[in-house]
């Protein structure tokens, strides 16, 4: 699976937009990008995937580059409970597509 | 999210003790996951089950045994365990086939004495 790349941290103010990129220069043309994000100690949260267009759910939107080697998960109004580490991750090659390899993510601050 | 249920939520056990984890998925998904997060580690994939056959074992070691008995429920069987094996043990469940988004459990806290 193609390896991501992300900011270690980010700061946003509550009710702003929170853009978190993603860099995944390797990805092949079979895999898609999710995003998950984990409050502190509790299981990771499913936000939304994509593939080759944008995405927009009740959560997030999700903007992906048209050569599809970077990706942005906007949060478009964050609150305090946005606080969490996000991850993004490339899955979805060949037999393999169940596996989900997470990094350490970006630890997204809201600040009141 | 109630989706994926796991028990128990918290537990402290000895080496030589045996102690079963438990997850219960209610979401209708065909395929189940243990993770393990150490702290300050990213989550480690354990053991994956689509249709109540294993699909993957990540080089577990054997002291970690799972079961899955049917598609809703998926056991981690724990003994003779270490206390670097103390973390939180994530379950998840997706939908199967091309739909792998997963969602997961709370987790159990799990501490060797």
């Known amino acids: 699976d193609a390896k991501t790349t992300q900011p270690p941290s980010m700061d946003c103010a509550e009710g702003r937009a929170a853009n978190l990129p993603c860099n995944h220069s390797t990805i092949s043309g079979n895999e898609y990008v999710y995003w998950y994000r984990q409050i502190h100690s509790q299981g990771p949260q499913y936000i939304i995937h994509g593939l080759k267009n944008n995405e927009t759910n009740e959560m997030a939107s999700l903007i992906i580059t048209e050569d599809r080697k970077s990706s942005t998960l906007i949060l478009p109004h964050a609150t305090l409970r946005d606080t969490a580490v996000y991850y993004c991750i490339v899955s979805g090659s060949g037999g393999s597509n169940y596996k989900l390899t997470f990094g350490k993510g970006t630890l997204l601050t809201v600040n009141p | 999210e109630t989706g994926v249920t796991q028990t128990p939520r918290h537990l402290v056990m000895g080496m030589t003790n045996k102690k079963s984890l438990k997850c219960e998925q209610h979401?209708?998904?065909?395929?189940m996951y243990w993770y393990k997060q150490s702290a300050k580690k990213p989550l480690e994939l354990m053991f994956v089950?689509?249709?109540?056959?294993?699909?993957e074992n990540n080089s577990v070691p054997s002291r970690f045994s799972p079961e899955c008995p049917n598609s809703s429920h998926l056991f981690l069987h724990l003994h003779t365990l270490q206390p670097e094996d103390s973390a939180l043990y994530l379950c998840?469940?997706?939908?199967?086939?091309?739909?792998?988004?997963?969602?997961f459990g709370p987790g159990t806290r799990l501490t060797v004495t």
């Open positions: 089950y689509s249709l109540e056959e294993r699909v």
């Open positions: 979401l209708g998904h065909n395929a």
């Open positions: 998840a469940s997706s939908p199967g086939g091309i739909r792998q988004e997963q969602y």
